[in-house]
């Protein structure tokens, strides 16, 4: 008889975070009340979320001029620009704003930052959403875009990061001398460590998410740096595929993923690891 050491291990924390749950419970309770609820942007980056949220009737309109006057609009919990909040304004749109709170910080503390410093340096992907709506918050000339690992950084002004920022880039930056402001959330800080110790434990990881999401893809790239096998993925049939040859596999979930994903993802390997010890037994 062939021995079968087969391993799983789960990240704390899982499930959505604060700022998610908030804005899809704003959302479901609006869609209850309304026939249609409109969206410009996905309300968060998680496709099996916005797949249910538009089965109760949210719909995704990226077209401002496709959007009806007088509907209902609700802003996505990164955050909406101010130029589009102003035009669904002049279409007469009832707007409810779920934007995260601590997406919000972060515009509080560059807008103090600009205020104190005369400027500030702003660490985050320029074409993700949160960092869209901050830039439409500060006035012109007010900001230095620093990329993602903060490479463009202007050393005379403090510096904050989009809440989903990688902490190891804030961390390198503080070593350096460089004054920053803590913008990062406690959700992205709280899977980083979690995944610290899956990176120490496990040969493989499956990250749970979406691809468009910032800390998931961020999670991703951090174990691949460990030189460990990584599946970026919202698809259980990719997991029972990628954990065949894997002793060791550890499962981590970004921030908007449900957690009854996580669950199936877990069943889903027990299952592949069970038929596998199975086979080698008889």
Same mark, same amino acid.
């Given at each position: 008889m062939t021995e079968c050491n087969k391993e799983i291990h789960l990240a704390f924390p899982q499930g959505p975070c604060f700022g998610v749950k908030r804005s899809i419970e704003i959302c479901e309770k609006l869609l209850k009340k309304h026939d249609a609820v409109y969206c410009i942007h996905p309300l968060v980056h998680n496709e099996v979320v916005m797949q249910d949220l538009q089965k109760q009737g949210l719909i995704l309109e990226p077209h401002l001029e496709n959007i009806p006057d007088n509907c209902w609009v609700i802003l996505s919990a990164h955050g909406t620009s101010k130029d589009v909040v102003a035009e669904l304004k002049n279409k007469g749109c009832h707007i409810v704003d779920a934007v995260c709170p601590l997406v919000l910080f972060v515009h509080k503390k560059a807008k103090e930052t600009v205020i104190s410093a005369g400027k500030v340096n702003i660490v &985050?992907?320029?074409?993700? +959403?949160? #960092? #869209?709506? *901050? *830039?439409?918050?500060?006035? @012109?000339?007010?900001?230095i875009l620093a990329?993602? @690992? &903060?490479?463009? %950084?202007?050393? /005379?002004?403090?510096?904050?990061?989009?809440?989903?920022?990688?902490? /190891?880039?804030?961390?390198?930056? /503080? @070593?350096? &001398?460089?004054? #920053? #402001?803590?913008? %990062?959330?406690?959700?992205?800080? &709280? /899977? +980083?460590?979690? *995944?610290d110790e899956l990176i120490e434990n496990c040969d493989a990881l499956v990250v749970l998410g979406s691809s468009t999401s910032a800390n998931t893809k961020h999670l991703a790239i951090k174990a691949q740096e460990a030189h460990k096998k990584v599946l970026l993925t919202l698809d259980l049939l990719q997991i029972e595929q990628f954990v065949q040859k894997i002793s060791c596999v550890g499962i981590i979930a970004g921030a908007s993923t449900p957690l009854y994903v996580v669950y199936d993802a877990y069943d889903r390997i027990v299952s592949a690891y069970e038929k596998i010890c199975d086979y080698r037994s008889s």
């Amino acid at each position: 008889m062939t021995e079968c050491n087969k391993e799983i291990h789960l990240a704390f924390p899982q499930g959505p975070c604060f700022g998610v749950k908030r804005s899809i419970e704003i959302c479901e309770k609006l869609l209850k009340k309304h026939d249609a609820v409109y969206c410009i942007h996905p309300l968060v980056h998680n496709e099996v979320v916005m797949q249910d949220l538009q089965k109760q009737g949210l719909i995704l309109e990226p077209h401002l001029e496709n959007i009806p006057d007088n509907c209902w609009v609700i802003l996505s919990a990164h955050g909406t620009s101010k130029d589009v909040v102003a035009e669904l304004k002049n279409k007469g749109c009832h707007i409810v704003d779920a934007v995260c709170p601590l997406v919000l910080f972060v515009h509080k503390k560059a807008k103090e930052t600009v205020i104190s410093a005369g400027k500030v340096n702003i660490v &985050g992907d320029p074409k993700h +959403q949160e #960092v #869209v709506a *901050l *830039l439409s918050d500060l006035p @012109n000339d007010s900001y230095i875009l620093a990329g993602e @690992n &903060g490479k463009a %950084i202007d050393p /005379r002004f403090p510096t904050v990061f989009q809440s989903t920022t990688d902490p /190891r880039v804030l961390q390198d930056l /503080r @070593n350096e &001398g460089f004054s #920053v #402001v803590d913008t %990062i959330c406690f959700a992205t800080k &709280g /899977r +980083q460590k979690a *995944l610290d110790e899956l990176i120490e434990n496990c040969d493989a990881l499956v990250v749970l998410g979406s691809s468009t999401s910032a800390n998931t893809k961020h999670l991703a790239i951090k174990a691949q740096e460990a030189h460990k096998k990584v599946l970026l993925t919202l698809d259980l049939l990719q997991i029972e595929q990628f954990v065949q040859k894997i002793s060791c596999v550890g499962i981590i979930a970004g921030a908007s993923t449900p957690l009854y994903v996580v669950y199936d993802a877990y069943d889903r390997i027990v299952s592949a690891y069970e038929k596998i010890c199975d086979y080698r037994s008889s």
